[in-house]
């Protein structure tokens, strides 16, 4: 993956469009998907309802909003992790008329076939979050998940200095083996972990991904982790919240949350209260109206006939396509920057600050 994040500065000018047109970077045919006898519309599939509360919380509105600014249709549909529904629903709307497709692949496979479809129905496509390998999307629109992994590796090893831990047991829970996001989290943990295992500093007692990212299938994998440890672990590189949420909720029945530092990743409800408990030592926050603005403004400008230069690709290691995308930047939350996540409108002080949480905000500076 080529480094060089886009600042949130950059991402402003791709908002305004003032972006100038480019030519194919990528190595196969790029349509754009509008026309001037053709009226604009946007189809997009997001993957899934539990992994993440992210996408029907956050992706979805922010989606909508921004299509809905330009006075462009849309059609945004979820595929609740069914492949089959997946493609069924990507048909209907090549049917209905979309001229772009935007995807969140539940696999690079079923991603693959969705995007080759719709290419040679002369609908443009953009991966959103996760690249499909080996797929022909023209555009990926991301976080440099690399450098959110290595937020996680970095985090875990701050807070189990911070809890004074000699030599500590550490149990991962990675993302889905389908998701090339998960790989790219892994490799930015690794980064920072494995110096510490290779030097003997830690122990890695358990390493095992979660299929789907399916949290009940997380708790199940982990208190198999904790028995195989004898109780033994001393930190948890848990991909997301809802991992990390899936380890708390085993080691609460062991009496070990709070004691055991645990990562997460998406800034959900969910995991910023487990950390306002203490109980989840640090999440990476992703904006994801950045994200989704990013997206819904070349998905536009595709369904206008209008292609853009991004001013940076990734390489797909399968495909060896380099593909025009907007990686932007992550950042780590502890409890004493928690606000930071409210401050940006992510999450509002009601949503996260009810009931018991009301004092835990105000002791975090939540205002």
Same mark, same amino acid.
């Given at each position: 993956?080529?480094?060089? /994040?886009?600042? /949130?500065?950059?991402?402003?000018?791709?908002?305004?469009?003032?972006?100038?047109?480019?030519?194919?970077?990528?190595?196969?045919?790029?349509?754009?998907?509008?026309?001037?006898?053709?009226?604009?519309?946007?189809?997009?599939?997001?993957?899934?309802?539990?992994?993440?509360?992210?996408?029907?919380?956050?992706?979805?509105?922010?989606?909508?909003?921004? /299509?809905?600014?330009?006075? =462009?249709?849309?059609?945004?549909?979820?595929?609740?992790?069914?492949?089959?529904?997946?493609?069924?629903?990507?048909?209907?709307?090549?049917?209905?008329?979309?001229? =772009?497709?935007?995807?969140?692949?539940? %696999?690079?496979?079923?991603?693959?076939?969705?995007?080759?479809?719709?290419?040679?129905?002369?609908?443009?496509?953009?991966?959103?979050?996760?690249?499909?390998?080996?797929?022909?999307?023209?555009?990926?629109?991301?976080?440099?998940?690399?450098?959110?992994?290595?937020?996680?590796?970095?985090?875990?090893?701050?807070?189990?200095?911070?809890?004074?831990?000699?030599?500590?047991?550490?149990?991962?829970?990675?993302?889905?083996?389908?998701?090339?996001?998960?790989?790219?989290?892994?490799?930015?943990?690794?980064?920072?972990?494995?110096?510490?295992?290779?030097?003997?500093?830690?122990?890695?007692?358990? %390493?095992?991904?979660?299929?789907?990212?399916?949290?009940?299938?997380?708790?199940?994998?982990?208190?198999?982790?904790?028995?195989?440890?004898?109780?033994?672990?001393?930190?948890?590189?848990?991909?997301?919240?809802?991992?990390?949420?899936?380890?708390?909720?085993?080691?609460?029945?062991?009496?070990?949350?709070?004691?055991?530092? =645990?990562?997460?990743?998406?800034?959900?409800?969910?995991?910023?209260?487990?950390?306002?408990?203490?109980?989840?030592?640090?999440?990476?926050?992703?904006?994801?109206?950045?994200?989704?603005?990013?997206?819904?403004?070349?998905?536009?400008?595709?369904?206008?006939?209008?292609?853009?230069?991004?001013?940076?690709?990734?390489?797909?290691?399968?495909?060896?396509?380099?593909?025009?995308?907007?990686?932007?930047?992550?950042?780590?939350?502890?409890?004493?920057?928690?606000?930071?996540?409210?401050?940006?409108?992510?999450?509002?002080?009601?949503?996260?600050?009810?009931?018991? /949480?009301?004092?835990?905000?105000? %002791?975090?500076?939540?205002?």
């Amino acid at each position: 993956m080529r480094k060089g /994040f886009l600042t /949130f500065a950059a991402v402003g000018l791709l908002a305004t469009g003032s972006m100038a047109a480019c030519g194919d970077n990528g190595g196969s045919s790029d349509q754009a998907g509008g026309s001037s006898d053709k009226k604009p519309k946007i189809g997009v599939i997001l993957p899934d309802s539990k992994s993440s509360a992210r996408w029907e919380g956050a992706d979805r509105k922010y989606l909508k909003e921004a /299509f809905d600014a330009a006075g =462009v249709e849309s059609d945004i549909q979820n595929a609740q992790n069914d492949k089959t529904a997946f493609q069924t629903i990507a048909d209907q709307m090549i049917t209905n008329g979309v001229n =772009v497709l935007m995807i969140v692949n539940l %696999d690079s496979g079923t991603g693959k076939a969705v995007l080759d479809k719709a290419k040679s129905q002369g609908v443009a496509t953009i991966d959103y979050d996760r690249l499909t390998l080996g797929g022909s999307a023209q555009y990926y629109v991301s976080f440099d998940n690399e450098a959110v992994g290595k937020l996680q590796g970095e985090g875990l090893s701050k807070c189990l200095t911070d809890k004074g831990a000699k030599n500590p047991s550490i149990a991962y829970l990675n993302g889905s083996p389908t998701d090339n996001n998960a790989t790219l989290f892994k490799n930015g943990y690794d980064s920072v972990l494995k110096p510490k295992f290779d030097s003997k500093e830690y122990t890695k007692v358990a %390493d095992d991904s979660v299929p789907a990212w399916d949290n009940a299938q997380a708790a199940t994998i982990f208190e198999q982790q904790l028995t195989k440890a004898r109780g033994k672990i001393d930190g948890v590189l848990a991909a997301n919240d809802g991992l990390g949420n899936a380890a708390i909720s085993v080691l609460k029945k062991n009496k070990l949350n709070g004691k055991v530092p =645990v990562t997460g990743q998406d800034a959900t409800k969910e995991g910023l209260q487990n950390i306002l408990l203490g109980d989840q030592c640090m999440t990476v926050y992703k904006a994801v109206k950045k994200e989704a603005d990013a997206a819904a403004e070349l998905a536009i400008g595709l369904a206008k006939g209008q292609k853009k230069d991004t001013g940076q690709t990734v390489k797909d290691p399968e495909g060896g396509r380099d593909v025009p995308s907007v990686l932007l930047e992550p950042k780590a939350i502890y409890k004493d920057n928690v606000k930071d996540v409210v401050a940006d409108g992510y999450i509002t002080k009601d949503e996260l600050c009810t009931g018991n /949480f009301a004092k835990l905000c105000a %002791d975090a500076g939540i205002s």
